[in-house]
């Protein structure tokens, strides 16, 4: 049974954790008020500190997209400049179906996302233990079509190109006025895998009398691994 970023030393998740709130803590500065950002408010001076780890996707297709800005963090793991290359090249064949929806999630809900991600080295020796965090951003007309983006990664990367097997994952819609809320789940076994939210993101709740009576109903999805499980005024 694995519990999500076990995997990971502890210095390493304390470094994973300060990234996505530093980048997540950012995205939220840009809001000013609204439930999206904008890509061009998007300044890489300002998180200078974890640039590294940042990257911004456009969205191509249903499920797709391509990075229009790499990071020094998905050059090391593929042994390549990733600009360009669709974000579907960094994982496993087995592993696209199921990342493909989480993506498309990001953009549609949309919702913020956060994803385990490991690769396997021959013999039983571990490989890479990754954790990304998807941040959705409008473009200039308003629909919400790119995505802030940050990585880390912990272990050994052996010969590149490395790919990824989607372990868990971890999205939270997005409050939007004028849409729909609702939680998004499975009672499904998971694979020997538990996805749970990071405390970084995780928002309080509002104790209203109304609560209760507002709760969403539970719709499965396509992939029992892959569960809107709240909304982020």
Wanted: with cysteine; charged share 25%.
């Amino acid at each position: 049974m694995r519990i999500f970023g076990d995997g990971k030393s502890s210095a390493a998740k304390v470094h994973s954790i300060a990234v996505m709130q530093d980048v997540k803590s950012y995205w939220e500065g840009l809001r000013n008020g609204h439930p999206i950002p904008y890509r061009s408010e998007v300044d890489p001076r300002s998180i200078q500190k974890v640039l590294k780890h940042a990257f911004i996707l456009e969205r191509i297709a249903p499920g797709m997209a391509r990075l229009r800005v790499s990071c020094n963090t998905l050059t090391d793991v593929m042994g390549m400049d990733m600009r360009g290359m669709p974000m579907s090249s960094l994982i496993n064949g087995e592993s696209r179906e199921n990342f493909s929806e989480a993506l498309e999630k990001v953009f549609a809900a949309p919702a913020i996302g956060r994803l385990e991600l490991s690769t396997s080295r021959p013999f039983g020796r571990s490989g890479l233990q990754a954790e990304m965090m998807l941040l959705p951003l409008r473009s200039d007309n308003g629909e919400v079509n790119r995505i802030l983006g940050a990585i880390t990664c912990e272990g050994d990367r052996g010969r590149t190109p490395q790919r990824f097997d989607l372990e868990g994952s971890f999205l939270r819609r997005i409050d939007v006025p004028g849409s729909a809320k609702r939680l998004i789940s499975s009672d499904a076994v998971q694979h020997n895998k538990i996805t749970l939210p990071a405390p970084s993101l995780k928002a309080p709740l509002r104790k209203t009398a109304a609560a209760a009576d507002d709760m969403p109903r539970l719709i499965p999805t396509k992939h029992p691994h892959l569960r809107v499980v709240a909304t982020d005024a």
